[in-house]
């Protein structure tokens, strides 16, 4: 057990020099006498609440709730605001920006008198992002997710949020509902705080973060505006103070083992495809190599057992109830490493302890999944030398293996001037290849990756086709969408080659996305292309364009993803 001058933060307030008197002259400034905070552990509360994200609208009210455990238990807690990454506004994505906000977060930690950190987000990019410049960090820290919304409704029908605006949007362009019914789904398609309540990527990050075991046990399945959220977040606010003391810190709590029951994870909820991105770079941080080959490793060796949309029929609330990641994880025990050690300071066996199951249709047994193998398959060949990957149990069965003439589209403006071109002659069989907008195409690798389906078919009453892209997708997309298809074609990747008519063949058994061009008239093409212009001149962007990586590594920043000092400050 730690002492009062072991804190970290006893080299800012505890010495008997300039900088330690000035220190404590500031702090008395901010109004707090020294018996407040001299010898308690100083709790960092990175709160990524802002008035334009409506997934963190709650999290003002709960990072006082933070704080309340913070003071109940010893500590003393300071709140700072980081970047928000609001997945509903920020353009032209906020994966353009996962990468700052992991650097603000570690740099924070790192440069002011955190002796721990408690983590508030949930919203898809600040969950990667925070864990990221936290395990950077290497203080002890644990994770606040933001908790789904509640379910939306429209007139007798439950909605998924995402999913069903999606869904609907496409039956508007079909005809079949008008503007009166849109606007009835507009009111009532995301009726509370929180984030999206179907399997999109922020229930499956949150989700991530528990098993990883930066969460308090439970935490990442209660719906934003229970009151179980709100005792939960004062019960973070206390145990990190405990951690501090106890020296937990989350480098011994992200281990291996936790990284590889995150994938087991992600793979039974049929979790966001972009988690393959993100724990990719969660593990790079952690000093852990990951890749494309563990995730379809363990995918072919885990069943899905979350019937959670987009892939199954219910919402997080219905999760929740059934008994939420505990009651999930319960049944998936023999295939997770079970005596590691979570921040909770039990091993995740203790954890699951009490854990039970109270549905069977919503969290199904072992005998009866929703899908025999995980959820996401990762696809090699010719079109994709690194790598692509494909949620399948979110399309079309019949589509799964597949063969037929390219439509391509050079860019996202590209596609919306013409998805809908008579000339171009799509049809059901037609696959539709969107390229620049991978990593540096997009920029930032955007969720473009839900192709939208031509006018005319949606009329015709088709509602899924093969689409292929270096993008990203919402993970309350669905269809027969590969994505992150690696090298992207903004860097020279065999995307770049594709031509119209050119047939491409999609084989998710065999895990095979191959482009049907003979390799010497695809040396022909790969002399004529010529490299894009840089995007960026200057700011954030240029620095970004220098140094991110590629899908298959994580879309990491390469001087950050690398191992290395970053010294500690002198305090004095």
């Given at each position: 057990m730690r002492t009062p001058e072991d804190l970290r933060s006893h080299r800012w307030f505890g010495g008997d020099e300039l900088r330690n008197f000035s220190h404590r002259a500031r702090a008395r400034q901010l109004g707090y006498e020294p018996e407040e905070h001299l010898g308690k552990p100083v709790i960092a509360v990175l709160n990524t609440w802002s008035d334009i994200n409506p997934c963190h609208m709650h999290l003002r009210e709960r990072a006082e709730q933070v704080k309340r455990g913070v003071w109940q238990a010893g500590g003393f807690p300071l709140e700072f605001?980081?970047?928000?990454?609001?997945?509903?506004?920020q353009k032209?994505?906020?994966?353009l920006y996962r990468n700052l906000l992991a650097m603000e977060t570690e740099e924070i930690l790192r440069s002011y008198p955190a002796d721990g950190a408690v983590l508030m987000g949930g919203c898809d990019k600040t969950t990667p992002a925070l864990l990221m410049g936290a395990a950077s960090a290497g203080l002890p820290a644990i994770f606040v997710p933001a908790g789904p919304m509640l379910r939306g409704h429209w007139r007798d029908e439950v909605l998924g949020s995402g999913t069903d605006m999606w869904k609907y949007w496409d039956e508007r362009r079909a005809g079949t509902i008008g503007d009166e019914e849109l606007s009835e789904l507009e009111r009532g398609l995301?009726?509370?705080?929180?984030?999206?309540?179907?399997?999109?990527?922020?229930?499956?990050m949150t989700s991530a973060a528990e098993v990883l075991g930066v969460t308090l046990p439970g935490a990442a399945s209660i719906p934003a505006?229970?009151?179980?959220?709100?005792?939960?977040?004062?019960a973070s606010g206390a145990r990190i103070v405990d951690m501090v003391w106890e020296d937990l810190t989350i480098t011994k709590v992200l281990d291996e083992r936790a990284y590889a029951d995150a994938i087991t994870t992600v793979l039974a909820l049929g979790g966001s495809t972009n988690a393959v991105i993100h724990l990719i770079a969660m593990a790079g941080r952690s000093g852990l190599a990951l890749s494309l080959a563990d995730f379809d490793e363990i995918a072919r060796r885990v069943p899905v057992l979350a019937n959670i949309r987009p892939g199954g029929a219910w919402l997080m609330e219905d999760f929740y109830y059934a008994g939420g990641l505990p009651g999930l994880l319960s049944r998936l025990t023999d295939?997770?490493?079970?005596?590691?050690?979570?921040?909770?300071?039990r091993t995740l066996a203790e954890t699951l302890a009490t854990a039970r199951v109270h549905n069977d249709d919503v969290i199904r047994p072992r005998d009866n999944p929703l899908a025999a193998e995980g959820g996401v398959a990762v696809l090699h060949g010719n079109l994709a030398p690194s790598g692509a990957v494909i949620k399948h149990i979110a399309?079309?069965?019949?589509?799964?293996?597949?063969?037929?003439?390219a439509v391509v589209f050079d860019d996202y403006a590209d596609l919306k001037k013409r998805i809908n071109d008579p000339s171009l002659g799509i049809t059901a069989d037609s696959v539709l290849v969107l390229r620049g907008s991978g990593p540096l195409g997009g920029p930032g690798m955007p969720e473009y990756g839900m192709l939208p389906i031509?006018?005319?078919?949606?009329?015709q009453g088709v509602r899924d086709m093969v689409r292929i892209s270096d993008a990203r997708m919402s993970g309350t997309s669905y269809g027969a969408c590969v994505l992150h298809v690696a090298p992207e074609s903004h860097v020279g990747g065999p995307l770049a080659l594709v031509r119209d008519g050119d047939l491409i063949?999609?084989?998710?058994?065999?895990?095979a996305l191959r482009l049907e061009v003979p390799d010497d008239e695809l040396a022909r093409r790969r002399a004529d292309w010529l490299e894009p212009a840089p995007r960026f001149e200057r700011g954030y962007g240029a620095l970004y364009a220098e140094h991110i990586t590629q899908a298959d590594e994580g879309c990491d920043f390469d001087f950050l993803a690398r191992t290395g000092a970053n010294p500690e400050p002198d305090a004095r």
């Open positions: 605001p980081v970047a928000t990454l609001s997945e509903t506004y032209p994505t906020p994966m995301a009726r509370s705080p929180g984030h999206c309540m179907t399997m999109g990527t922020a229930s499956t505006v229970d009151s179980a959220h709100h005792r939960m977040a004062a295939l997770l490493h079970t005596d590691r050690l979570t921040v909770s300071g399309a079309t069965p019949e589509l799964l293996t597949h063969t037929g003439p031509p006018d005319h078919l949606l009329a063949t999609l084989d998710v058994p065999a895990r």
